[in-house]
């Protein structure tokens, strides 16, 4: 099974900050990797598909590159309703699809 | 507009058998490229994929989770269905049914999930 580990689990930043967030798979996976956002209490949203696609309704501050193995999400200059946590997700060799682990975006 | 709602118990016994069953509307799952899939996440842990179904009635489980999955769906209801036998207290969890389109290859809509705990 293919594992996706993000980097880092959690992270402090400030409104207006730039925020990168990696995803590594175990092995390549071309460019069919998605992230989400969620927030507590609340369904994960689809943010990125196919690694930098932006899903439509989704600000054009997240953004999304990698393909194989290594993967990012940036939030360009972060926004009081980004502090949430981020999730990755392959779809590329399944079963099974696999998530990462989380980052949880934090108020510095 | 397309949306997804899951339901079933909220508390089951240890070794007792779970039923979910997601109603979905806005979308057909006879149409080709569709799918839906059951994730669940355990209280303050990551998402962790269950099983999916397609239009085509190809069915994928969880290598880990397999033996104990079964998922069906009724396109006449619009419904998809995912049972989880021989429930423990550890898959305590809100359980979330997602559409996936193929072109994709990410889940585009969720359901608002259902927790679900196992308890005596």
């Known amino acids: 099974a293919i594992q996706l580990t993000q980097s880092p689990s959690s992270l402090s930043a400030s409104v207006g900050d730039r925020v990168t967030i990696t995803c590594r798979a175990s092995?390549?996976?071309?460019?069919?990797l998605a992230w989400y956002q969620q927030k507590p209490g609340k369904a994960p949203k689809l943010l990125i598909y196919?690694?930098?696609s932006l899903e439509s309704g989704v600000p054009s501050r997240f953004s999304g590159s990698g393909s194989g193995t290594d993967f990012t999400l940036t939030i360009s200059s972060l926004q009081p309703e980004d502090f949430a946590t981020y999730y990755c997700?392959?779809?590329?060799?399944?079963?099974?699809?696999?998530f990462g682990g989380g980052t949880k975006v934090e108020i510095k | 507009q397309v949306t997804l709602r899951e339901s079933g118990p909220a508390l089951v016994k240890p070794t007792q058998t779970l039923t979910l069953t997601c109603t979905f509307s806005?979308?057909?799952?006879?149409?080709?490229?569709?799918?839906v899939s059951w994730i669940r996440q355990p209280p303050g842990k990551a998402l962790e994929w269950l099983a999916l179904?397609?239009?085509?009635?190809?069915?994928y489980y969880s290598t880990s989770l397999k033996t104990r999955l079964t998922i069906s769906k009724d396109t006449s209801k619009n419904q998809v269905v995912l049972t989880m036998t021989n429930m423990d207290p550890v898959d305590t969890a809100t359980y979330y049914c997602?559409?996936?389109?193929?072109?994709?290859?990410?889940?585009?809509?969720w359901g608002q999930g259902t927790m679900v705990t196992v308890s005596s």
């Open positions: 997602a559409r996936t389109i193929m072109t994709t290859h990410a889940f585009d809509i």
């Open positions: 806005g979308f057909s799952l006879s149409t080709s490229g569709m799918c």
């Open positions: 179904i397609d239009w085509d009635d190809d069915k």
């Open positions: 092995q390549g996976i071309s460019s069919a």
């Open positions: 196919d690694a930098s």
């Open positions: 997700q392959q779809f590329n060799n399944y079963p099974p699809l696999t």
